[in-house]
């Protein structure tokens, strides 16, 4: 093939692209995205995808795996007596052959509030006890809608289908996204209502911006010198927000911290956005005057979302703690003593749950440092189980089937690398998408490090995975502006994707020959 010495040129033996092939390069590129139909399929393409990594083969194993042992029978005990109840010894083989009404009336002490239980009800309700598709099925379709909206968040926030479209494909094939997809755990309505609510704090930043520069326009063309600024009342987004952080907060506490740190974020912005207002009191008229509406607009709500998801254990009395109040010497005086008994009781339940979590040092198997979160040094095994030659269908010496949560090796450790250089972009050139994608993780990451020493998991990073996936996208945005970081774009994205299809049977619990199970085993500590 002959090229034209415009386009080509050679240095040291290679050929290299000049300006000229560069921008053919880039208007196909261009071309290509920019069709409309190709714009409509790549997303497309992707929650297809995404769902069949998920539904897939859902219901094996037909056993209750690690936690599910607790959230499926105390979401299914929750959704007929309205809140958890005890289970007699050896319920796990009973509920998994079919005997799931064996649950008792006396009250079980769980630690996690009921949302995430009720959503895996639903599933149980519709398709029965018995498939243990039902378990799970709610938690699959969470995990896609997770990747859609993931999606919906990188087009706004980085203003490209391509760029949205590889975030979602990302988060698609991953492992961990797909492992907690694939079991009834709670982390995984976690991850989806705090992410939630970090689309509506993006959709907020907009809305606000326009509503303080209309309030500045208007008091400047009436010649009033604005200087603290206005209080703004009408911010829906952060309403929406409130709420979303309090479904966090009501599948499990850690929503808190979404909570906590984007309620600073907001203050922040809001703070900065009167500072290039010029306004001359833009510090104090953010904290002293919009900030107590901010905390109105956002706290309130989330309070009350999460008090609704107990309505079970208001409106029954069987639950733990249900009567603390009512018994002699328990009830609260003086200044309290007209707080109802059935708050009291709520209280010192939500008391002794925090307890529980603070004080929680039982060693685990595969529990895992925070420390170690990032580099995925122990990720926790869901399930195993070996067979040998004739057992189970196996046709080799000894076989596995492993539900393990190890996130594609490859995006894991980019995305972690990718975060490290966010870090330094932000203090370089404080850039306001950097400075969101970061919030997410230190809502989701940092608040864990203060607890170094309790039995923790790495599952756990599912809650902060989207954020990852967001700041390796924008690294990304960064690198395909020319055709040589779009080949390394290209390059990654292909590895990733035969990693994926590497690792696939050992997050759905596929059998496999050990030696198989074995070569998937990279770092010692992954056993």
């Not at 961990?176 to 609510?197: C, P, Q």
């Not at 907001?266 to 207002?277: P, Q, S, T």
């Not at 949560?405 to 870090?423: E, H, K, R």
């Not at 496999?512 to 085993?521: D, E, K, N, S, Y």
């Amino acid at each position: 093939m002959q090229h034209s010495h415009a386009a080509v040129a050679h240095y040291d033996g290679q050929v290299l692209l000049t300006p000229v092939a560069t921008a053919r390069v880039t208007e196909r590129w261009s071309a290509l995205w920019g069709n409309r139909w190709v714009r409509l399929a790549g997303p497309a393409l992707v929650v297809l995808l995404a769902a069949g990594l998920r539904f897939w083969n859902l219901g094996h194993p037909g056993t209750l795996v690690f936690d599910e042992t607790f959230y499926v029978k105390d979401a299914w005990s929750l959704f007929n007596n309205g809140y958890e109840s005890t289970w007699p010894d050896g319920a796990d083989a009973l509920f998994a052959a079919g005997q799931s009404n064996i649950f008792g009336t006396a009250p079980s002490f769980v630690v996690h509030p009921p949302l995430g239980k009720w959503l895996i009800a639903l599933g149980m309700a519709v398709f029965g006890t018995d498939n243990p598709f039902g378990w799970r099925v709610v938690t699959a379709l969470v995990g896609v809608l997770a990747v859609v909206l993931l999606m919906l968040i990188a087009q706004k926030l980085f203003g490209s289908v391509l760029l949205s479209t590889i975030a979602g494909f990302l988060f698609a094939i991953d492992g961990n996204a797909i492992v907690m997809s694939r079991v009834a755990l709670l982390d995984n309505y976690v991850m989806f209502f705090a992410l939630l609510g970090f689309g509506a704090v993006l959709m907020d930043r907009d809305h606000h911006r326009a509503r303080l520069g209309a309030w500045l326009n208007e008091k400047r063309d009436n010649e009033v010198d604005p200087t603290w600024g206005p209080a703004l009342w009408w911010r829906p987004w952060v309403l929406a927000a409130g709420l979303a952080f309090g479904l966090a907060c009501s599948v499990k506490w850690s929503g808190a911290y979404f909570l906590a740190a984007f309620g600073i974020y907001l203050v922040v912005v809001d703070a900065l956005a009167r500072r290039r207002a010029g306004l001359p009191f833009w510090a104090s008229g953010a904290i002293l005057k919009q900030g107590p509406v901010t905390f109105l607009l956002l706290v309130p709500v989330a309070v009350l979302t999460f008090l609704a998801s107990w309505t079970g254990w208001f409106v029954t009395r069987g639950g733990y703690y249900r009567d603390w109040a009512d018994q002699a010497g328990q009830a609260w005086t003086g200044s309290l003593a007209w707080v109802p008994h059935s708050l009291q009781s709520f209280w010192h339940y939500q008391s002794a749950a925090y307890g529980y979590h603070v004080g929680l040092v039982t060693p685990h198997p595969y529990q895992a440092n925070p420390l170690t979160w990032l580099l995925m040094s122990r990720p926790t095994s869901m399930y195993y189980q070996g067979s040998s030659l004739g057992e189970n269908g196996c046709g080799y010496a000894t076989c596995s089937e492993a539900i393990t949560g190890i996130a594609n090796p490859l995006i894991w450790w980019a995305a972690t690398a990718a975060i490290l250089y966010l870090v330094y972009r932000l203090v370089r050139y404080r850039e306001w998408r950097v400075g969101l994608i970061l919030m997410g993780m230190v809502a989701g990451y940092l608040p864990w490090l203060m607890y170094l020493n309790r039995t923790v998991f790495q599952f756990y990073t599912i809650a902060f995975e989207p954020y990852l996936i967001l700041g390796l996208t924008l690294v990304i945005s960064l690198l395909i502006k020319n055709g040589s970081g779009r080949a390394i774009v290209a390059v990654f994205l292909a590895l990733a994707t035969i990693v994926s299809a590497y690792y696939f049977p050992l997050w759905t619990g596929a059998q496999v020959p050990f030696a198989f199970w074995q070569a998937h085993i990279w770092l010692p500590s992954w056993r």
